[in-house]
């Protein structure tokens, strides 16, 4: 099964969101996730933007 996976600037929130992507890969969903500009631009103290890309690039490669 194929679902979009959008994902916004809730900083705070973003570990959370890499733990749901990870069960829902492992349950066979095809996944293809839009990230807002603000998720790929924006380093916080919550971690690097590219560091969160590449993370999510690899659970949905």
Known sequence: MK???VITASFCTLKK????LKNLKEKGYDLYPVLSNKVVDYDTRFGKAS????????ITR
């Open 3 to 5: 679902l979009g996976v």
């Open 17 to 20: 969101v890499l733990v749901v």
């Open 51 to 58: 560091d969160f890309v590449a993370e999510v690039e690899a």
